[in-house]
């Protein structure tokens, strides 16, 4: 058999942001597309979403109340909520067909939830 | 996505330590002290204060809210309290002296065991390993920050190790 010629490498000339790895995110043109304010709405970012985990942090393990969609609520023990809030996981789901020991509520169905510190 | 949502935490932000009332689909309301603004799900947490000494927490989920009122803004004395709400335990107090001490005792053993430490942040008060974990004063496992698991659960194991072996 012939042995299968090598792809040629084609290298692209550099970028007018000089790093050509991709968008830099310091260069003028991520800053003006962020706005003018990209690093004070990072450190607001940031504040506020540590002041949230520390939220979540004080929740567990505490009785909560969740309210779902059309009207329902039930009571659990907050467990953990994930990165993505896609979902939250709680022990000793009171529902009406019995108490549930580990569950999980989707994000998505719940409005609010509310517990006592 | 809904308006609320869409905000920068710039906007956000503006909400903080503000008395809102939270207008939530299926004509739910609820009002309440702004703790935060989750950047993440832009859930609102809302803090009420009740007779007997204690707060009720409560967080609309973001995909929920139609609209965010405020009613009042809240004075020094309610900020302070509302900061004070969430912030990390004070376990026993340690004097600067006896602080500085337990750092460089645990800098020292680090090293010693051949692991990267760095002082950080300001006064040098935080300790950096291998530049992806803090340790703040006083310096035990509860105070270790990490976005590594792996790391955060070794480092915390390391440490607890160290101060059981200085009892």
Redesign the interface.
């Known amino acids: 058999a012939t042995m299968p010629v090598p792809v040629g490498v084609l290298r692209l000339p550099r970028g007018p942001d000089g790093c050509s790895r991709g968008f830099s995110p310091t260069s003028p043109r991520f800053q003006a597309l962020l706005g003018g304010d990209a690093v004070a709405a990072q450190g607001a970012r940031a504040a506020l979403r540590q002041r949230y985990l520390r939220g979540l942090a004080a929740a567990r393990g505490r009785p909560t109340r969740f309210c779902l969609r059309a009207g329902v609520q039930v009571d659990a023990v907050f467990g953990a909520a994930d990165v993505e809030a896609v979902a939250f996981q709680v022990d000793a789901l009171r529902t009406p067909l019995g108490v549930q020991a580990a569950a999980l509520l989707r994000c998505a169905d719940v409005l609010a939830y509310s517990f006592l510190l | 996505m809904n308006d609320w949502q869409r905000k920068?935490?710039?906007d956000?932000?503006t909400y903080?330590n503000k008395m809102v009332k939270v207008a939530?689909?299926?004509k739910?309301e609820?009002e309440g002290w702004v703790?935060?603004?989750?950047?993440?799900?832009a859930?609102v947490?809302l803090a009420t204060f009740?007779e007997n000494e204690?707060?009720?927490?409560?967080?609309?989920?973001g995909?929920?809210i139609q609209d965010v009122e405020v009613l009042k803004e809240g004075d020094d004395e309610m900020k302070q309290r509302l900061s004070c709400?969430?912030?990390?335990e004070e376990s026993k107090a340690y004097s600067p002296e006896e602080e500085e001490k337990r750092k460089n005792a645990l800098k020292t053993w680090l090293e010693t065991n051949h692991i990267p430490v760095t002082e950080q942040g300001e006064s040098g008060r935080t300790l950096c390993v291998a530049g992806v974990l803090t340790i703040d004063p006083p310096y035990g496992p509860e105070e270790c920050s990490s976005s590594n698991e792996i790391i955060l659960s070794r480092v915390q194991g390391l440490i607890q190790g160290y101060l059981e072996k200085q009892q």
């Open positions: 920068s935490p710039l956000w932000e903080v939530a689909i299926e739910h609820y703790l935060t603004v989750d950047p993440i799900s859930s947490v009740l204690k707060v009720s927490i409560s967080v609309v989920l995909h929920a709400i969430f912030a990390p």
